[in-house]
């Protein structure tokens, strides 16, 4: 039997590798792996893995590793704008401590994940939905340091 180290790191590469959308396929590739385990075990790793899902470059929603989101792993982008396509962005707006930030469907949740993480001074938390996030604003801080920080997530900002 295989540790579960060993599994989670199985995870973790047949995730960002492939584009796996359901548990039964990913069941599938681990099992070619070696790995036996019930799809409650697979879901408690996912969990704890904080995979989520996000609509990939053909519409398709597959799982993500957090930090690793679709536009991380495209590789030689033509033009600047392609990032911003492939993170899914497309606009921020202000209104006094709050910002709405929205995406393509199926990214927002993946971005305000990137966004809680960085641990901005600038920014208390964030909401997310399918393609809406509201991210509130710590007092005293400008909407262009809030769009600062931004850009060290969302490149070409």
Known sequence: MKSKNSRLDAIKIIISKNEIGSQEELLQALSKEGFSLTQATLSRDLKQLKVAKAASMNGN??????????????????????????????????????????????YASSLAYDIDNKNFDEILGTIAGDDTILLVIREGYSHSSIKEALSLIIPSF
């Open 61 to 106: 929603y597959v799982y993500v590793l957090p930090n690793n989101t679709m536009y991380k792993r495209m590789t030689d982008p033509k033009h600047d704008n392609d990032n911003l396509i492939h993170n899914g962005f497309i606009s921020i707006e202000f209104s006094s401590n709050i910002a709405v930030i929205k995406t393509r469907p199926g």
